[in-house]
């Protein structure tokens, strides 16, 4: 379970898996609402378009990852967007092919990551 507001997103996919889900436009409403609110709260914060990009360390940073292009070797550069910005990354194929969440790491979900460091 994902503590703080990033949780209810969970709780509202969970949902949407029990014997009664909610409808699908229903769903997607409250997933829309509540992933907005955990934009727009601290400390889940860390706007994208406030980092200098310039060997800055970040604490934290919530992001949807955006696009994903496969870069050779099970690398990948991909697209960081949260509501003020997008950036580019690297994902490294270790990270990928990590046996617990991996997998999960697809065009869509939405990462938490802590002390990042960003080169311009």
């Keep these: 379970i994902i503590p703080g507001p990033t949780g209810l997103v969970q709780a509202e996919i969970r949902n949407r898996q029990s014997d009664n889900p909610l409808p699908t436009q229903q769903l997607h409403s409250n997933i829309g609402r509540l992933a907005n609110m955990v934009f727009n709260t601290n400390p889940w914060l860390t706007p994208l378009i406030n980092i200098d990009h310039n060997l ?51 065009v869509g979900c939405v990462l938490v990551l802590k002390q990042v460091i960003f080169v311009l």
Excluded: C, W
């Design 56 to 106: 800055e360390r970040v604490p934290t940073v919530v992001a949807f990852v955006h696009s994903m292009t496969p870069t050779g070797k099970g690398n990948y550069t991909i697209n960081l967007k949260d509501p003020t910005a997008t950036i580019g990354a690297s994902l490294h194929y270790k990270a990928k092919k990590h046996p617990q969440y991996g997998q999960h790491i697809v």
